[in-house]
């Protein structure tokens, strides 16, 4: 059975810095697609942020609102760990954000949300002015 299981997340003032991460276990492919969500309060739908497929091959998607600011990094030790790590953030960047792992996309991994299948329970990110 997969898993995703999230932390991190908190409040920080504008320009701060968060790191979130999730432990994906449980996946029998041997390579999948991993990504970053999230749903703004502003927005009735959850959007994409970044992603990269698990052999860290081909080329990932990231969202240009966050370009250049987010960062998606994986650990390939005892267990997979997917990081997020997010500079600059803005009240803008206030939300909930989602862990998701879905099936090989090849070359590339999108950051459609109906292209990923088994998601984490989510952290909030909040960000003050």
């Known amino acids: 059975q997969v898993q995703v299981i999230q932390s991190g997340g908190g409040s920080v003032q504008t320009g701060g810095s968060l790191k979130l991460s999730c432990v994906i276990s449980g996946y029998s492919e041997n390579k999948f697609c991993m990504g970053w969500f999230r749903h703004l309060p502003r927005k009735a739908w959850r959007e994409g942020v970044v992603?990269?497929?698990?052999?860290?091959?081909?080329?990932?998607?990231i969202s240009s609102a966050v370009q250049e600011r987010f960062t998606i990094s994986q650990d390939n030790g005892e267990k997979r760990t997917l990081f997020l790590e997010m500079n600059g953030l803005k009240p803008e960047d206030t939300g909930m954000y989602y862990c998701?792992?879905?099936?090989?996309?090849?070359?590339?991994?999108?950051?459609?949300?109906?292209?990923?299948?088994?998601w984490g329970q989510g952290t909030q990110v909040t960000v003050s002015s």
């Open positions: 998701a792992a879905g099936r090989d996309m090849g070359w590339i991994c999108s950051i459609v949300v109906d292209e990923y299948n088994v």
């Open positions: 992603s990269m497929a698990s052999d860290e091959g081909g080329f990932a998607s």
